[in-house]
């Protein structure tokens, strides 16, 4: 992502359908992607986030930094608004 806000990058949208838990590194992951893109004036939102996952965003705070949605159409069409 970091290579990308470079080239002037600024919408991101995290397809996490694939991703059934988190750890802290995963953790960190997401808050990094969201640092690098708002360093930038960008944003990242989530699309597709399991339960497991969910929570512990939701115990992390980081539900107020990191928007989620049902499906990456929804999160794609957040950005037109």
């Known amino acids: 992502m ?3 806000t470079v080239q002037g990058r600024r919408a991101f949208v995290l397809n996490l359908a694939g991703v059934s838990s988190l750890d802290s590194h995963g953790l960190g992951d ?3 992607a969201h640092q ?3 360093a ?3 944003v990242v939102k989530l699309a597709n986030v399991h339960e497991r996952v969910a929570h512990p ?3 992390m705070n980081l539900s107020k930094i990191l928007e989620r949605f049902d499906s990456e159409d929804e999160a794609l069409r957040s950005f037109e608004s």
Do not use: P, Y
């Open 36 to 38: 690098a893109a708002a």
């Open 2 to 4: 970091r290579a990308l």
């Open 57 to 59: 965003l939701d115990i």
């Open 30 to 32: 997401l808050v990094g």
């Open 40 to 42: 930038q004036g960008g």
